[in-house]
Each structure stands twice: as C-alpha cells, then as structure tokens.
C-alpha cells in the first residue's frame, strides 16, 4: 500500500468488497432450496426473505457463495445483482469462510479507551491473523465491531454473535485456549457456544432450542433494580380499579 | 403524590428466574392488558396511550398516541407495525437486556398496539449481532401463538394478528425507520427521502408504525394501570418511567429504570459515581450522536425539553461517561470511525464528510495537524449538517462541534503533539467488573 506511485489513484474501496465467484464450492442442496421457500412464505412480499436467505447460505456454506447468491436470485425472481448488492451491503455477511467460531472485538470509542484496543491488538497476536481473516486451520475468524449494545458490560467481546461482558485480557486468553481445546464454553449471559453457522441458521429463523439456557439477564443489567430492592424503591402502586374491563374477560 | 427515586417498571422482573418464559409472565399478570384492551374500541386505545403522554423511547420522542393517530385508516392497503430493535447506537444498551429478558412484555405490547392501529401484521426487526436476544424473541412469538395470543381469532376475538421475528445483518443506518423499512424488504438498507412518511407509505407502500422496542413494551403497563398512573411519573411534557443506560467510567455501569427527568447526578450517586479516585470529564446524554455534556450539566433533568435546553438531545438515554484520563480527540474520532463505517453512502455529503473529517481528526490525534484544522473540521461540519436524507450525518457533526466546543484546547494540542502523550490511553482502561462471570464451564465441570 505504501509503495504506489502518488500520482497513481488509489480507491478507498478493496477489491474484496464483492462476493467471491472464483471458489465454486457449495453444500447448497434441495433442503436448503426448499428452507429458502419456507423462508420466503413467512413474508407478505417474497424479498422481504433475502436477509435471512443470506444468513441460511451462511449457515450451509460458511460465506456468502455464489451458488448461494443464485438460489436466493432465482428463488426471488430477482437479478444476481441485485442479491450481490444487498449482500455486500451488510458487515454480517461473509465474503471469504469465517471461522468455526467468529471472534469480535468492540472498538467503538467507549470500549475502545476501557480496553477494546488493547483486546483486539491481544487476539491478533494470539490468533496470528488480522482483522478480517481466518486462521489457517478454519478454527477462527477475528473482526473488529462497532457497538454491539452492550456498554454497561464494556470492554465487550462476541463469539458467534453471542455475548462476552466485561473482558480481561486473562479471560479473552482463556477463551480462545477453550475454544481451541474444543471444551464447552458459555457466554457470560447466553448458550453454551455453538459455532458460527449454527447462529447464522438461527438468525435465518430456524431456532436451534437453546433459548431457555444462561440467565435473565447479566449483573450490570440488574443494578439499577438492586438499588431499588435495598431502597424498597419501586414504582407507584396501579389504582385500585378492576384489572378486566366489563365484558373484557370470557 | 411521592414517587420514588427509581421505579421499576419494564425491568421489574429482570432477577426472577427464567423471566422469559410464557407461563412466568402471565403469572406476573402478563396477557392482562392484551384481553382488556381487545376488549376497548382501537380509537380508545389510541386515545389511552395519547393520554398517558408516553414518548418515543427510540431517541426522536415522538408521541406515540399521535404517531398511532397518523395512520390513515380509509386506505385500503394492509396496515404494519414495524418494532425497531436494531439499537446500535454507541452507547445504547437497554432493549437488548429488556428483550432477553422479558420477550413476552414486547408481543403482549405489539398485540395491543397491532389492534390500536388496525394491524395484522408486525415485524420486530433484530439487529443480527445479538443471537441470543433473537433465540428469546423467537421462542416468545411461537409460546404466544400456541397459547392463542397470535394467530387467527386471538384471544377469542375475530382479531387476526401475525408476527415475524427478522434479524438484520449488520447495519447501524438500519436503526433509522426508512433504512430499516428498506432493509426489511430485502434491500440495501437506505434511507428514503420523505415525504411520503412511513405512516403514509412504508412497508411496501402501505400505511405503517414504525416505533422504538421500548415504547412499545410500555404500552402494556399503560393500559392496565391507566393514563394517570403512567403521568404520575416523569414530567408534565415527558412522562413515564424509562430505562437510562449507564456505562463506562463508573463504579457500578448498569440499566437505572426511574422517572423521565432524573439529573444524572441522581443516577451516578446511585452508581457509586465515577470510578475510585477519578472526576467526570464529559459524557454523552443519549448516545453518540447527541451533543456531549460536561460535570455543569450534572443537574440537568434528563427529559426531552431539559436536555434540549442544556444543548442536547435526550436521545436513548445512553449515558456514556468518560473520566479525565480520557481524550477527546481520541473517543471523538473513534465516534466518527463508526459513523464513516456506518455511513450507507446514499448521500454525499455524508460519505465524503466522514471520510474527510476521519482524516483530520487522525492527524489530530498523532499530533500532526495543521494550524487551522480545527477551523477545518468546523467548516465541513457546516457543509455536513442537515444535507442529508436521514439524521447519521448530523449525529456525528453533533458529537465533533461539541466536543470542540466544550475541549478546544485538546483539538489545537493535535497541531504538535499526540494525543496518547497528553493522554497515556493505557490510563483509560477500566475493568470495572472483577466479579466472576461465567465464561469458562467445562463439561468435566458438571
């Protein structure tokens, strides 16, 4: 990058903003065709189905691939570009193979100067890829993500969009070691980890029955309602009025 | 009448066990306010939500009653009710808690709100990056429609009601209602130029409310507990208890439920205040994209109008908080790096604006500015703000010009000297939480 002519232009877009069509490998099958359909018939209007179609193509071949784009295009009656548009769009979509287990770090500011630099700089040492690769192996894939929702629990990482509050740099070692170890790891309020396709296929709308693991909510989640418990703090009593209205109930 | 300093509301079941379930929030009273308001003419419900004075709780404050009202129901085309969870704001932090938590209060609040407006179809659009607040909502709806409270004929009405729960794919501009409109029809999410407005013409051209996950969720506590009741909280023009969101530099960051028009001096003394032997520097009031605030504004009531008085935006509530080993140069480009990221590029202004700023503020944290950078910054500010379709633009000129407003100083000091030697960053980083978490369970564990 350093070495270009000044004169020369030089684009601020890399060439690896478009889908891949070079790598033909795909495990699209009739199942994953005839889950697209079940997809689409959710919807009012067929299209609305392409972003979870994108994360299914996701699920099945660990990118966004070419086979993928033109199932969801023929399926949708929509031109191939139309499909690479929407999926170069969004940074959730893939267009090289992540890992088995996708690692994020937050950089946005507020993680950013409580730690998140200092993470993500760890996870590429320890990981030996940069952002947006994936080790040799498949095991792991690294990004750096804006804000992720979660700022009480900053500096904030994910696993396969799953959440990991409050991070050191011990408990960030000790999860990768975990992760490469194949041992079951837990988000700190969510499932036991799973693996970045199974995600992508619950976010294409196919639940994988984990809802009912990890807890209500995480400790910085409940503060401000442990304050209140100690203070006997709550909100003021409902009027004493009937809870049904007349006729409401049968 | 006396109401206490927070007020539990939409957290109150948050420490009960597997809150999320179906069974637990109806014995929590769940569903009630679903029956009762089926029950009522939909106008009457418009009018019960106009009444309570409730606000939207995505950052606009738009009244949502009214917002209900502008749906003009001699149109043929289908009605939609589109619920916005794809909260992405720096700093904003509360529905994804709230929805892991308690999924049911936002389908028990769609179902009412559907009804109010003539809707049979609702859409909670998710961001993506949350799987496990999707795994919740998911299973919510399927309890819901086992139980009767979705489907056809629910609740033993003629009233016919579907939901779809959609995940996004990454995309902040997909928080701003027409992006997310776009979005949710399979396209690049844009924002569209308005008028029409999406009441108008939204979803597929057809009538549509597009409203915050957290207004929606109170809709149900209105109308089971009534218009007064709801007023009793908050102020006269911002009523309601709300969700402020705490983080960064602070003993004890977390979710504080209590009355619109609480000074964050209230809320960081319940927090236990700025970390141990550090003072506040600034903190942003609702998110990045509202103007930051300084140690003056600690009394400003942090409502709608209070704020606004005080030069900022009460936005979503998100109060991060920076102490003084902080930077602002530093978080004020981090801030910009996100919008550049995040800009969709539909507008020019706001494409090439961020770029152009990432670039100076840069060198302004290297310490290699020009004289007259900071002029600089101010005048593509100026050429950025309110040019755009949407407001992303004016959320990152919001957080540079104050930030230049209230810390000069630090911006000149990038004319020669870098940032991290003003500030050592490695003075920044806070672990607040040294607690136990539950990372590592090995199976040999169990």
């Known amino acids: 990058m350093s070495q270009h002519d000044e004169h020369h232009f030089v684009s601020a877009y890399d060439d690896g903003s478009r889908i891949d069509a070079t790598d033909r490998q795909t495990n699209i099958s009739a199942q994953t065709l005839d889950e697209m359909r079940q997809i689409v018939a959710r919807y009012p209007e067929p299209r609305s189905a392409l972003l979870p179609m994108l994360h299914l193509v996701q699920s099945v071949d660990g990118r966004i691939s070419d086979a993928g784009v033109n199932a969801c295009a023929e399926i949708l009656g929509i031109s191939t570009a139309q499909v690479n548009g929407v999926a170069t769009f969004y940074t959730m979509y893939k267009r090289r193979p992540a890992g088995e287990h996708h690692i994020g770090v937050c950089t946005t500011s507020l993680c950013a100067v409580m730690g998140g630099d200092v993470l993500l700089a760890q996870m590429k040492d320890k990981l030996g890829i940069d952002e947006d690769e994936t080790t040799p192996d498949g095991k792991f894939s690294l990004e750096r993500l804006e804000c992720n929702a979660a700022c009480d629990f900053a500096p904030v990482m994910m696993v396969n969009w799953e959440f990991m509050d409050a991070m050191t740099p011990e408990k960030a070692n000790e999860l990768i070691d975990n992760l490469a170890a194949g041992k079951e790891v837990r988000s700190t309020r969510g499932a036991r980890l799973t693996s970045w396709r199974q995600a992508e296929r619950v976010l294409a709308g196919f639940p994988d029955g984990l809802a009912d693991e990890g807890p209500t909510a995480g400790p910085a989640s409940l503060e401000g309602l442990r304050v209140a418990r100690e203070r006997g703090w709550q909100a003021p009593k409902a009027p004493t009025v009937p809870q049904i209205a007349e006729g409401g109930s049968k | ?446």
């Not at chain 2, 939409?10 to 929590?28: G, V």
């Not at chain 2, 418009?46 to 709780?57: C, F």
């Not at chain 2, 409109?181 to 844009?190: K, M, P, V």
């Not at chain 2, 597929?204 to 149900?220: D, G, W």
Request: proline share 6%; with cysteine; aromatic share 10%.
């Open chain 2, 1 to 446: 009448m006396n109401v206490d300093i927070l007020t539990p509301s939409l957290t109150e079941s948050w420490d009960q066990p597997e809150a999320w379930k179906l069974a637990n929030y109806e014995a929590r009273g769940g569903y009630q306010a679903a029956r009762k308001a089926l029950a009522m003419a939909p106008t009457d419900v418009i009018t019960l939500v106009k009444d309570s004075g409730l606000r939207g709780r995505g950052g606009a404050g738009f009244p949502t009653g009214v917002k209900w009202s502008f749906i003009p129901q001699t149109n043929p085309k289908p009605k939609y009710l589109v619920i916005n969870c794809d909260e992405s704001e720096p700093g904003t932090c509360k529905d994804i808690p709230m929805l892991m938590a308690t999924p049911h209060t936002l389908v028990e609040g769609i179902i009412i709100s559907c009804f109010a407006v003539n809707a049979h179809n609702a859409f909670i659009y998710v961001r993506g990056e949350v799987l496990h607040v999707i795994r919740r909502l998911q299973q919510a709806v399927a309890e819901a429609y086992q139980a009767g409270y979705l489907g056809k004929g629910i609740l033993d009405t003629g009233y016919d009601l579907d939901i779809v729960v959609h995940a996004g794919a990454g995309a902040y501009i997909c928080g701003e209602e027409t992006a997310l409109l776009d979005s949710l029809e399979g396209r690049r999410g844009q924002p569209r130029l308005r008028p029409p407005f999406p009441a108008v013409a939204g979803l597929y051209a057809s009538p549509t409310v597009v409203n915050n996950a957290e207004s929606i969720a109170s809709v149900p506590s209105i109308v089971a507990n009534g218009a007064d009741w709801y007023k009793s909280m908050g102020t006269e023009k911002s009523a309601g208890p709300t969700i402020y969101s705490l983080s960064g530099h602070i003993t004890r960051p977390g979710q504080y439920e209590a009355p619109l028009g609480t000074t964050f001096r209230t809320l960081l003394d319940l927090a236990g205040g700025i970390r141990a032997g550090h003072q506040l520097k600034f903190f942003t009031p609702g998110g990045s994209s509202t103007p930051i605030l300084t140690p003056d504004h600690l009394d400003v009531p942090l409502d709608y109008e209070g704020v606004a008085a005080a030069g900022s935006i009460l936005g979503t509530k998100a109060l991060q908080t920076y102490d003084e080993t902080v930077s602002v140069v530093r978080t004020t480009l981090r801030y910009t790096e996100f919008y550049k990221h995040e800009s969709c590029g539909k507008c020019t202004p706001c494409r090439e604006g961020s770029w152009w700023l990432v670039q100076t503020l840069r060198n302004l944290e290297a310490g290699r500015g020009s004289e007259g950078d900071v002029d600089k910054l101010l005048d593509v500010c100026d050429n950025v703000s309110m040019k755009s379709f949407c407001t992303l633009a004016d959320g990152f000129v919001a957080n540079i010009t104050s930030s230049i407003k209230y810390f000069r100083d630090e911006f000149e000091a990038g004319y020669h000297t870098p940032a991290w030697e003003l500030f050592p960053y490695e003075k920044s980083i806070y672990f607040p939480y040294e607690r136990e978490t539950l990372i590592v369970n090995e199976v040999a564990d169990k």
